[in-house]
């Protein structure tokens, strides 16, 4: 997390009007913050991340890929708990291989489970 102090301190040396300005544009960035709604395929509120529904295959450790469509090789994935989705677990996941413009690789021990990502 970015310390709000350091950042206010680097634009002491501002014109006072244009060093409020500023404040209250970091200000605004650092409280609103928020990764959004849970739905499959949507983009986050304002994080550069997508949510993705996927379902696990009934074999247990079988590699399955999650289409995300991002266009470019996402650097993470993270399961999510969508808190208005009764059930919702979150389950042992493992990357089988790097993902790719178009998909994420991975596997679990549990079967046919629905998991939740943010991939981004």
């Known amino acids: 997390?970015?310390?709000?102090?350091?950042?206010?301190?680097?634009?002491?040396?501002?014109?006072?009007?244009?060093?409020?300005?500023?404040?209250?544009?970091?200000?605004?960035?650092?409280?609103?913050?928020?990764?959004?709604?849970?739905?499959?395929?949507?983009?986050?509120?304002?994080?550069?991340g997508h949510f993705y529904t996927a379902t696990t295959p009934s074999t247990a450790d079988t590699e399955f890929n999650v289409a995300h469509g991002l266009g470019s090789a996402p650097r993470l994935a993270f399961p999510v708990l969508p808190l208005n989705t009764v059930n919702a677990q979150s389950v042992d996941l493992k990357v089988t291989r790097a993902a790719d413009s178009q998909r994420i690789y991975l596997s679990s021990p549990s079967t046919a489970a629905v998991i939740f990502l943010y991939v981004e």
């Open 1 to 48: 997390m970015a310390n709000p102090s350091y950042v206010t301190s680097l634009l002491g040396g501002l014109k006072p009007e244009e060093r409020a300005s500023w404040r209250r544009v970091w200000e605004h960035v650092l409280t609103d913050m928020a990764f959004g709604s849970v739905e499959d395929q949507a983009a986050s509120e304002n994080m550069r």
